[in-house]
């Protein structure tokens, strides 16, 4: 009698794992119980990352979009980046209005960074949203960073 109810168990087990095995590495965000699940790109754990939290945004412009947010290093080991150090990264915010969305750093000073033209308005991020930013290609990244400096007919 004691066996089956260890089999049942171990079943049960098995099945609960295999099913947030499935959730998590599904590539579409999931919603369980007002948790939202994320998957993201296979990554190389040794690129350079930077992760930190939001302190406050910059101003609007003419036309309400926010380009600028101000920030300080989260994490063990994180130290603030050199001015232009994370041009060409992608940010990746992991908490907060804009989690999931994906931007590009266009420049940055040990503080503050502000994202591409092209990129959408940081409208809704607020102080204490976490972000990840991520060198995952350094070619792409320089020539993000060169389409960023050539010259915008509007």
Do not use: Y
Request: glycine share 10%.
């Amino acid at each position: 009698m004691a066996s089956a109810w260890i089999s049942t168990g171990a079943r049960a087990a098995l099945t609960a794992a295999a099913l947030l095995l499935t959730l998590h590495t599904s590539a579409e965000p999931a919603r369980l119980d007002g948790v939202q699940l994320a998957g993201h790109d296979p990554v190389d754990p040794a690129l350079k990352r930077f992760t930190g939290k939001v302190t406050g945004i910059g101003a609007a412009d003419k036309s309400g979009r926010v380009a600028t947010l101000r920030f300080d290093p989260l994490g063990p080991g994180m130290v603030p980046p050199r001015a232009n150090e994370l041009r060409g990264w992608r940010i990746t915010f992991i908490k907060g209005q804009l989690f999931g969305q994906t931007l590009w750093v266009k420049r940055n000073t040990r503080t503050e960074l502000t994202v591409r033209d092209k990129d959408p308005s940081l409208a809704g991020v607020v102080a204490g949203d976490i972000l990840m930013i991520e060198l995952i290609d350094p070619k792409a990244a320089a020539a993000r960073a060169a389409d960023d400096d050539a010259p915008r007919v509007v």
